[in-house]
Structure formats: structure tokens, C-alpha cells
């Protein structure tokens, strides 16, 4: 006698990371993150990885990530926070440690170095787990005054 497999039963949960840096825009990629865990179904996780050993550097720093999480966790996100001074690799290694499937990342700030990091981070993901999904989210661009002045009656 043969037994039907569910065909949910083996559907793998999605599990949604979003990589945070201390900045305030790291509310919005959490926000993102979570809209896309609300629709797949998924488990969100959070993660910052602090280059070296020692989160503690900077008071107002410290204050920041707290507030990060906190906004996280309301989300229903499960918090990480580890410190290495590899950080595109340790990325990778949780990501793989945690069976994650999709993972989001913010366009960085102006500089050519820090794109060169996200292009880093990015790279050693798709390199290490290609079946792994990446999304780079955007920076919001503010409007100039002259173009506000045409949105305004």
C-alpha cells in the first residue's frame, strides 16, 4: 500500500534575513524584511555582525542597535548579533548555519569603499550558497526643494 506525501509537508519555510549596520535606515530594511516574511509565511531573523570583538565601542552606538532590535522584535524577528573581524564570511556562515533563504541588504552610503563591502558581502553569499535569494534594497533619495515645489498646491 502506497501513502500519499503532503506535498506542504516538504515545502522548506522560508526564512528571511536582513543584514542591519548601526544606522536609523536600518528600520526600513527591517521593515522590508518583514513585509517580505508576512507574505512567504517565513521566519524573519536580524543580523549585525560588528567587525572585531567589542560591540561596546560607542555609547550612542550601543543605544542605536538597541533600538533596532527592540523595532525588530515587535516585528516577531529572532535578533542576532555576533562580532568577527571576517565579516562577508561569517555572513555566509550564518546564513548556511541557519538554513536562511532569502537575504536582504541595503545599498550603502556614498563612498567607493563601502560599495565595494556590499558588493563583498554580496559576492561571498551568492559565491558560498548560490541557491540563496539576495535583494539589495535601494537608498531613499530625498527630493530637492525645486522638486518639492512641484508636488506642492
Same mark, same amino acid.
Given at each position: 500500500?502506497?501513502?500519499?506525501?503532503?506535498?506542504?509537508?516538504?515545502?522548506?519555510?522560508?526564512?528571511?534575513?536582513?543584514?542591519?549596520?548601526?544606522?536609523?535606515?536600518?528600520?526600513?530594511?527591517?521593515?522590508?524584511?518583514?513585509?517580505?516574511?508576512?507574505?512567504?509565511?517565513?521566519?524573519?531573523?536580524?543580523?549585525?555582525?560588528?567587525?572585531?570583538?567589542?560591540i561596546f565601542l560607542h555609547p550612542d552606538t550601543?543605544?542605536?542597535?538597541?533600538?533596532?532590535?527592540?523595532?525588530?522584535?515587535? *516585528? &516577531?524577528?529572532?535578533?542576532?548579533?555576533?562580532?568577527?573581524?571576517? +565579516?562577508? !564570511?561569517? #555572513?555566509?556562515?550564518? =546564513?548556511?548555519?541557519?538554513?536562511?533563504?532569502?537575504?536582504? *541588504? &541595503?545599498?550603502?552610503?556614498?563612498?567607493?569603499?563601502?560599495?565595494? +563591502?556590499? !558588493?563583498? #558581502?554580496?559576492?561571498? =553569499?551568492?559565491?558560498?550558497?548560490?541557491?540563496?535569494?539576495?535583494?539589495?534594497?535601494?537608498?531613499?533619495?530625498?527630493?530637492?526643494?525645486?522638486?518639492?515645489?512641484?508636488?506642492?498646491?
Amino acid at each position: 500500500m502506497s501513502q500519499e506525501l503532503d506535498p506542504l509537508a516538504s515545502k522548506k519555510t522560508e526564512k528571511i534575513l536582513v543584514c542591519i549596520t548601526v544606522q536609523s535606515s536600518s528600520r526600513r530594511l527591517i521593515k522590508k524584511a518583514y513585509e517580505i516574511t508576512r507574505l512567504s509565511g517565513g521566519d524573519l531573523h536580524i543580523l549585525h555582525v560588528q567587525k572585531g570583538s567589542n560591540i561596546f565601542l560607542h555609547p550612542d552606538t550601543t543605544q542605536l542597535l538597541q533600538e533596532l532590535f527592540q523595532y525588530g522584535s515587535e *516585528l &516577531g524577528g529572532v535578533v542576532h548579533m555576533i562580532c568577527d573581524d571576517q +565579516v562577508p !564570511e561569517r #555572513i555566509a556562515r550564518f =546564513i548556511s548555519e541557519m538554513d536562511i533563504t532569502q537575504v536582504v *541588504l &541595503g545599498e550603502t552610503m556614498r563612498s567607493k569603499l563601502q560599495r565595494l +563591502v556590499v !558588493e563583498d #558581502i554580496q559576492g561571498t =553569499i551568492e559565491s558560498a550558497i548560490p541557491e540563496v535569494e539576495v535583494m539589495i534594497l535601494q537608498r531613499e533619495k530625498s527630493l530637492h526643494i525645486k522638486d518639492k515645489q512641484v508636488f506642492s498646491s
